[in-house]
């Protein structure tokens, strides 16, 4: 598409405030104007994680912003991301390959945000920054679930809605997402990932692991503090 | 399955408080115990509709109860039953065959809270009152939507989960409906479908007008009292 703001068309993109999604956005403002939602759950780190996203916001101008609440799933349980009496540093337990901060169907609640509001917006594409590779192994974050919500979206719809989902990172490796975050002037420095701290993050948490280990086989420095 | 309650596997229930959800719960307690789950989205009766949730959760003495919101579709906006500003008694616009008071991807929402309840709870099925034939054309109502959401939960949730979706109601038409609740001694009589008032049913809305047919159709006198 061309750079005429007037004839690109609108892309909803989930935006936690995390790298993956941060990266997620400046991927897809390259073709499209921004609306930007953020979606909060509960999460130990909900306000740390809403002003990432109210930072990246700002930091591209977008206005068009929707701050979705999903209290149920606190109520719901079942995660140690949203239940304190579980520990989220050590997430992954030896009898499961499916880790401890998993959401039950968490990724299926923030599209159905997604999809109503591009449908009320006239938005045609929806971005999130799953990652299958190199990421913790929830079940809604392979290739194989965005063909089925796909699917969904197709048949759940409006018949004249054209809409579809897109994950540029699904195949990519953190060390990937550095290099593309650098690559496209991404705000890394805005962004948040500790699943534990809010002023300095933890470094040791799954999350803090993950993108440590990102930036380190990217060669870059991370521009957050870590503790640890 | 055996009338030994123990062994009965556990079924969570979309409970909206109307007749479709209500007879579907009748219809899920002949094999499961019932959790039943009621969700609030700003829609104009909501208060209305909770109460009877309430009333009809209580007949059945069930005690495993969620109510959840969604607060962000009224944010969204996009449908008569959310907007103030839109008129919800005469619902069916000419222009298009999905009327006015169509909720974007609404089931999704619904159905995604319901996944991750029974995912905690370790339900086997999920119970919705959805209507294909002789129901408003919303394109979530349709069995190839069903079809393609339980794909979604195949591939969305913990490979060890075992859980679907089913829709008992899909081919029934309101007069089937309203037979099967008789049948199954469904407290009919706490039900609320009317869609603009919350003491004496309108008899004018979409709603009010398919259940009126539908009792009229079965030769049953519905319970609830009607201002037209």
């Known amino acids: 598409m061309g750079a005429d703001a007037s004839r690109r068309s609108l892309a909803v993109v989930l935006l ?17 104007d921004l609306a930007l939602l953020h979606v909060g759950y509960g999460q130990r780190t909900e306000d740390r994680e809403r ?10 101008g977008v206005e068009r912003t929707l701050l979705a609440r999903l209290d149920h ?15 989220a540093i050590d997430a992954r337990r030896p009898d499961s390959a499916i880790p401890d901060t998993y959401v039950p169907f968490r990724n299926t609640h923030l599209l159905a945000i997604a999809v109503s509001w591009a449908e009320v ?3 045609r594409r929806i971005f999130i920054g799953a990652v299958q590779e190199d990421s913790s192994g929830y079940p809604d974050c392979r290739e194989e679930y965005y063909e089925a919500f796909n699917r969904l979206l197709r048949v759940g ?14 195949h990519m490796s953190k ?15 805005l962004t ?11 470094g040791l948490c799954e999350s803090c692991r993950l ?6 086989l990217a060669g870059v420095t991370d521009p957050l503090r870590y503790r640890a």
Request: hydrophobic letters at 45%; a negative charge.
């Open 192 to 202: 948040w990932s500790c699943y534990t701290e809010e002023e300095v993050a933890c």
């Open 157 to 170: 719809t409006r018949p004249e809605t054209d809409l579809a989902v897109e994950t540029p990172l699904i």
């Open 16 to 32: 936690s405030g995390g790298m993956d999604s941060c990266v997620t956005a400046a991927i897809a403002r390259r073709d499209h």
């Open 175 to 189: 060390a990937d997402i550095v290099r593309e975050g650098v690559r496209l002037q991404a705000p890394l420095h």
């Open 121 to 123: 917006l006239g938005a």
């Open 51 to 60: 002003r990432a996203f109210q930072a990246i916001a700002a930091h591209w």
């Open 211 to 216: 993108r440590l280990k990102g930036f380190a």
């Open 73 to 87: 799933l606190r109520a719901i349980g079942g995660s140690a991301l949203t239940d304190p009496a579980r520990d």
